[in-house]
């Protein structure tokens, strides 16, 4: 798993690349539990390249999930591969998150 971010103005875009498992969560964890990435306003998440999530991937993101929400964050999922996309609609996790199909939409719902 590689895990790349891009900083534009109150918006930091994640770029997950690989399996997100239970070892390659840790580093996701870490990286969304940096006080800093509470400095903006809109975190998206590219997962083009995001092949592979276990439930510990979820996980990870369902327990930052609500401290983002309190903070008036918004975590928006973009790119995200149909297999990848199943697994969130099977859990019911699209009714929770934001998911769109490309980074323009994103964009998009995190300026409304």
Known sequence: MKIKH?????????????????SSSVML???LSNPS???????LVDCKNLNYI???GLGVFIS?????EDAQIK???????EKVRNVFEIL?????????SSYEEAVTIAND
Do not use: P
């Open 6 to 22: 891009t900083i534009s103005d109150n918006t930091i875009t994640i770029s997950l690349d690989g399996e997100l498992d239970a």
């Open 37 to 43: 990435i509470m400095m903006f306003s809109k975190i």
């Open 64 to 68: 930052h999930l609500q401290r983002f």
């Open 29 to 31: 964890d870490e990286e």
């Open 75 to 81: 975590l928006i999922f973009f790119n995200m591969q």
């Open 92 to 100: 019911g996790l699209d009714l929770l998150m934001t998911i769109v």
């Open 54 to 56: 276990s439930s510990a």
